[in-house]
């Protein structure tokens, strides 16, 4: 069930289902709560699981608060207090992983484990470059359809492409209810996430950290998953191998295994 709530840093489309230990589960780059469609029906069994819309996204409006992902995280600590969740298991996808390290290193009290899927401790040089290609992408294709049909040359893996996933994921985007993000908040999160460095404060995170990365991952390289492992100590990196940027979309059983397993072993 989801419903507008109120923070101090403004108001949040908030949806949630499942009863038992929370799990907030937070979308990246322009990506509303709907990615995540799959993967809620999989831990409501067990888990208390919380989507939202990040500010500026879907139904939550930009606000005037500040653009930047500890900004983004400071959103989603205002989120939980608002709704009650005190200590959660976090998961981010993108730059919703970035977000996540932020909200880790504000108030680790929060984060009983950190998932931290296809993201970067801090952009190299393609990243910034095909981050800002994308959002040139919004800007000249107006058509919405088939601006999804070329972010999906990045976001989703060959297998996907071939069997079928990604003309599924399309139509489920394209009968979402959820309003497109405007160009211009998009292009400023961008930027948000280019600007994200948190390489030399990551050895200060305690919580229990996967560090996860689809093997087709175009977005964001292995060897970017490879040195947030590095950085966070103790933190475990898995690959699901045949998989792209979004792994959780592609084979939502085998992404929630995987996690299932990872907080089974805290």
């Known amino acids: 069930m989801f419903s507008v709530v109120d923070t101090p840093r403004g108001a949040f489309w908030v949806g949630q289902e499942g009863a038992g230990p929370d799990v907030v589960l937070i979308a990246g780059l322009g ?12 831990l409501r069994d067990a888990f208390r699981v919380t989507c939202f819309d990040n500010r500026g996204v879907g139904r939550t409006p930009l606000g005037s608060a500040d653009t930047s992902v500890a900004g983004f995280a400071e959103d989603t600590l205002a989120m939980m207090r608002a709704v009650g969740i005190d200590r ?7 730059m919703g ?13 929060r984060a009983t484990s950190l998932t931290l899927a296809g993201t970067w401790a801090r952009p190299d040089e393609y990243l910034s470059r095909l981050l800002r290609h994308m959002v040139r992408l919004q800007m000249l294709v107006e058509d919405s ?31 979402s209810s ?11 999160t961008a930027e948000a996430a280019i600007r994200h460095d948190a390489a030399d404060r990551l050895e200060s995170i ?13 977005i964001c390289p292995l060897r970017l998953s490879r040195e947030l492992n590095r ?14 940027h979004q792994p959780f979309q592609e084979d939502p ?11 089974g072993g805290i």
């Open 97 to 109: 992983g970035a977000i996540a390290q932020e909200l880790a290193l504000a108030e680790t009290c």
């Open 88 to 94: 959660a298991h976090i998961v981010g996808s993108s």
């Open 145 to 175: 359809r088939e601006l999804m049909e070329a972010n999906c040359l990045w976001v989703y893996s060959s297998q996907a492409h071939a069997d079928g996933t990604v003309q599924r994921l399309v139509r489920a985007m394209n009968a």
């Open 31 to 42: 990506d509303t709560h709907d990615i995540w469609d799959d993967v809620t029906p999989l």
């Open 178 to 188: 959820s309003p497109r993000q405007p160009q211009a908040v998009f292009a400023r």
């Open 253 to 263: 059983g085998g992404f929630v295994s995987v996690v299932r397993e990872f907080w």
């Open 206 to 218: 305690d919580s229990p950290t996967l560090v996860l990365v689809g093997g087709e991952d175009r």
């Open 231 to 244: 950085l966070i100590v103790g933190s475990h990196l898995q690959v699901m191998e045949g998989r792209g």
